[in-house]
């Protein structure tokens, strides 16, 4: 089980927005700015799409947005292309023993 | 800009020892930590622990503490990955991860190295 909880899948349409929850605790989400989601398509390695919850690297679709409320934190790909089919991963800093938490994936779906 | 450049695909038996390496390609003029992630096949991704790369200070996840050991050589720079002792579960995709200070996000990965275990 992992210490951050996703959505296993969403989907959408083509120029569609969809948003990815992310939900963890006091301990992290709730305590750090330090929120960050990954991309990972098939058979690659993860790349960062936000980083400090809602800053997007050099780089990223300005399509890419993120946001935090309270334990929860969202990932919200806007105008959404048949590229960004893939798993997305979010993560934190945590006050506990794992110092770096992720979510469990959510997998989108392009329709 | 720092490049994450893994060892190969390696094929074991259980009970057998094994390190796979991570070249951190411009840790020499900037801070790098680096973590080390698993995914197993067809799952999500596990933080394992991490090493500062100017130091060797080591942290790990309770999940691998004292299955794994991480270790570096700044002079190279390169982080390490070792199993004394490989266990079938072990099979997974290992990923190095770079971030330049202890709470910071992960803004080089490595391509990632497959490690087979067969009983």
């Known amino acids: 089980q992992s210490a951050l909880t996703q959505p296993a899948s969403v989907s959408g349409s083509p120029g569609q927005s969809i948003t990815i929850s992310c939900t963890g605790t006091s301990s992290d989400i709730g305590a750090y700015h330090h929120v960050s989601w990954y991309q990972q398509h098939t058979d690659k390695a993860p790349k960062v799409v936000i980083y400090e919850v809602s800053y997007r690297p050099s780089g990223v679709s300005e399509r890419f947005s993120g946001s935090k409320s309270g334990n929860t934190a969202s990932l919200t790909i806007s105008g959404l292309q048949d590229e960004d089919e893939a798993d997305y991963y979010c993560?934190?800093?945590?006050?506990?023993?794992?110092?770096?938490?992720f979510g469990g994936g959510t997998k989108v779906t392009v329709l | 800009e720092v490049q994450l450049v893994q060892s190969g695909a390696e094929m074991k038996k259980s009970g057998e020892s094994l390190r796979i390496s991570c070249e951190a390609r411009?840790?020499?003029?900037?801070?790098?930590?680096i973590s080390w992630v698993r995914q197993m096949p067809g799952k999500g991704l596990e933080w394992m622990g991490r090493?500062?790369?100017?130091?060797?200070?080591?942290n790990y996840s309770p999940s691998f503490q004292g299955h794994v050991t991480i270790s570096t050589d700044k002079s190279v720079p390169t982080a390490y990955l070792q199993w004394g002792s490989l266990k079938a579960s072990d099979t997974a995709m290992y990923y190095c991860?770079?971030?330049?200070?202890?709470?910071?996000?992960?803004?080089?990965w490595g391509q990632g190295t497959l490690v087979t275990v067969s009983s």
């Open positions: 411009g840790c020499s003029f900037t801070s790098c930590w």
């Open positions: 090493i500062d790369l100017s130091d060797a200070y080591t």
């Open positions: 993560s934190s800093y945590s006050s506990s023993s794992i110092f770096h938490v």
């Open positions: 991860a770079r971030h330049r200070n202890p709470r910071d996000w992960f803004d080089s």
